[in-house]
């Protein structure tokens, strides 16, 4: 592979070559028309040629160290059997972008990645700063506040967690829940019996599930009550012992709702709960939020983490992106 050079731009040039030493997975690490590389020359404004098993590249000093270092980031996921994409390259600049994570990305180039999940379906591990960060907090702390904008992994993230450790035995059972009357909506007046009126607001929660575990796992681990999938209400009144328990867009819970799902909390349990403090749904007359009631009292309680996430840590395939910048830019 050789282009056209790029630019010349501000700074002194500075060249680097790398050397893989497994060629078969180059195909995987350049992509179809090497538009990884593309993607990396158009990301970091580097250069770069490829002959054989050789590749190098030219930018400032510091393009040069970043592109390296993402190249030997997404050379060591394939070796892990990962697919690399457009998403994935950004991800990986994102995560070499960041200083205080270096030690995180060496890791996670080794062949035991210090930060990630196993599930029956998929490894999974971080693609942003923040998901690295969530990660770590998901296995050193059993109460854990997960902020932030959809799209950002929040729940994803704790369901693939969940699962791995039901998988293993660290817990008994999975707990899934959000509240299942949003903008107003009461159950009593929707059609149906109970399962069928809360099933639609507990969907994103059975999609996660399914990305993790294969269907009839998922099926019959509902059966056995392994795993339950319920709409906040159906906590009152429980101890949930042995269980990792999740609560999904916790920004629409009332305080009251929500004082009565974090002292459910029980011996041997994780709780994570998930919510987007900038959308909130709850209908009129409802004074507070109780995510953010709950952030404001237990911030900084020991034993409970608080993992906070931003628009620039939201995980979408790059056309998304290209049509979001479409639709929000000078011709909107």
Known sequence: MSRKPLP?????????????????VLAQLFGQYDRNLVALENRLGVYITARGNRVGLEGTAEQVALARDVLNDLYARIQRGEEIDTGLVDASIAMASEPTLDGILSAERSSTPSVMIR????????????????????VSNDMIFALGPAGTGKTYVAVAQAVAQLITGSVQRLILSRPAVEAG?????LPGDMKEKVDPYLRPLYDALHDCLPAEQVERRIAS????????????????ADAFVILDEAQNTTPAQMKMFLTRFGQNSRMVICGDPNQVDLPGGVAASGLADAVRRLEGVEGIAMSRFTAADVVRHPIVGRIVDAYEGPNA
């Open 8 to 24: 010349a731009q501000a700074g002194e040039r500075s060249r680097a070559e790398l050397s893989f030493d497994k060629p078969q």
């Open 119 to 138: 599930t029956r379906k998929k490894t999974i591990v971080p693609r942003t700063p923040a998901q690295a960060h969530y990660m770590k907090e998901l």
């Open 225 to 240: 009550g392994e795993i339950e999938i319920a709409p906040i209400a159906f906590m009152r009144g429980r101890t949930l």
């Open 185 to 189: 909506e009461k159950l009593g007046f």
